[in-house]
DNA sequence: CGTTAGCACTCGGAGGTCGAGAGTGCTAAC
DNA sequence: GTTAGCACTCTCGACCTCCGAGTGCTAACG
């Protein structure tokens, strides 16, 4: 545990490095904040605290540069999470507002949002439900031989596939095809449908095996599709300008490898998560922080958003804005999956 | 005009420098390449072409750089398109019948591609239809005053939006409405949906209105959606190994100014474009080159694919890859948009 | 006239030195 | 526990020098 006086003196450093990225003198501290103590005292403390692994210099006469260690005290213990401006709040719920009958936007929307806001990479998943459900299907006739397959899972989610028939078909035979499927299946989870598909005549049964296998991918997957904004702004952080490093980090998240390796295995939804530095599974990540949460209903439909900056990082801020835009997500997602249950 | 060596000079330079990205000196043409001439005159050759235009130097005593005139010249006069080897079309034509099915993949897949063979970073637009028009609408009931409304254009194209309504309404009630619109306005353009609403009722009419609205955004663009790859790449080339301009260029990958910065207002089907350097609009990308085709079916439905490297790119490669994967998209396009016209 | 050999010249970049300045650690006093 | 003073260390930028690559020029040659 570190005296009043020494957590003051982690704090200033951090919050003076996270503004300059050059490593922070004693003087600067006791001349620029109020301390009420001498250069002499704060060196003395910030060797103090350099014994206890908050921070390090990088060379003996340098300033003082946070560690991981450090700036996980500073989130645990120091860190006074910024209100997020009512206006911006306002101008946030109101571009929300704007995008409400417009699903596919409502994570760009977020996403951009974060990575402006942050100067940081944004990282938001599209919402997948945890199990996934039949809504509707819908058959539209392309070619003789040739159809659309237009599959509705429960949450407003979207596939589309081809499929292709031994024989001709008209649109009006598609259209009995899905008007019986969907009487039957309607709500139903991919095990109910496999076995409900026994019972139906094998033109039939072949499209109930092709939206099986469109409901298989989707379950597959831990997150929806990722919706990556702001990469350009790793860039230009001093600590990224160029190089091996940099490579390497943007590798991960062009790669798709994003969930393997940044993303967690689950997030509890409304929680914040804050992982720093080497606390990241990926060697590429040693220097960047992740701020997370999740978004949804438990146990209905979820998703992920993330930032993703240096270590250096304005964590107040960046959870703030993770808190509040999941919230807002949650409110969103949550109007479309009360559905026809009032209360 | 150049003489017969003084073209080959070039073509070796720009041969040597694609591959180095360091000046070419006089002796190294003399010297590993069999021209059958000593240093010096190659030296002379250099000294015509520098005056041409054709090759500049950094610095006095530095080998030759081809400029963007020299490419120019390369790239209409000297360059032979590479044939693409059979195996490589046979790798690329297997991997798009793995996503026949899947039209989302269409594009992520030839972006993937050519990101990869190239180095270079891919832009791939969605398919988008010349007129667009409607084939089939759906809608699902997901609250009692909220539905979701699905459009399905023709061309595969999908859409979808939420509808609230004043009063609750059954998914059988939604149902009867949308196999009257279905009936009513299949494969119409905007403006016949327009003239066509009028005549219904007012709550059809609102779900009309809808439609076109998502027909209006739709028309609005001159291109679909667009598929990024390879980013990564770009920071690897010795020239954007980091600071300013690789900023700038991000920042134009990313903001979504692409269409109204990289791709031109149209792209012909077929044709290969090259836009080297300072032939560009945009000042970012004046040490850039794109290689560009369009794919699709004339009139009907096309797209645009595009490969962004430096300058110093291997043309011969870049040009018939993108021709062989953009003839490919072509032909999976071709397939869906020959609908119902047997021939 | 085109080509070649020889040679002096130029210029960039690596490596080294130097000095200034920043910021510390230590010590001794309060 | 805090402070002042001071010597010490280390980085960084400026400056210099030198090396060598590669040229341009000139004069000779076929």
Known sequence: MLTRRRASVLRLIIDEYIMTATPVPSEALAHKYA??????????????????GYISRRHISGGGIPTDQGYRYYVESLMREEDVPVDERLMVSHLFFLVERELEEWNRLAAALLARTLNSVAIVSFPKAARTRLKHIELVALQELLALLVVVLRGTRLRRQLIAFDEAVTQDELNAISNRLNALCEGMTRPQIVAC???????????????????????????????????????????????????????????????????????????????????????????????????????????????????????????????????????????????????
């Open 35 to 52: 301390l009420g103590v001498s250069p002499a005292t704060v060196r003395n403390d910030m060797a103090t605290l350099e014994d206890g």
């Open 197 to 343: 598909a026994d019972r139906l005549s094998s033109q039939e049964g072949g499209i109930a095996r092709a939206v099986v296998q469109v409901m298989e991918k989707e379950d597959a997957l831990r997150y929806g599709e990722l919706c990556v904004e702001g990469v350009r702004h790793i860039l230009g952080q001093p600590e990224f300008s160029g190089g091996e490093k940099t490579m390497a980090l943007l590798d991960l998240l062009e790669g798709g490898r994003l969930v393997t390796s940044i993303l967690p295995e689950t997030v509890a939804p409304d929680g914040v998560q804050v992982i720093i530095g080497s606390e990241n599974r990926e060697d590429a990540m040693r220097e960047c922080s992740v701020v997370l949460a999740g978004y949804g209903v438990p146990d209905e439909v979820g998703g992920a958003l993330a930032v993703l900056g240096p270590t250096r990082m304005p964590y107040d801020r960046a959870v703030s804005r993770v808190r509040f835009i999941g919230s807002l997500m949650s409110d969103l997602i949550g109007q479309l999956y009360r559905e026809r249950r009032p209360g």
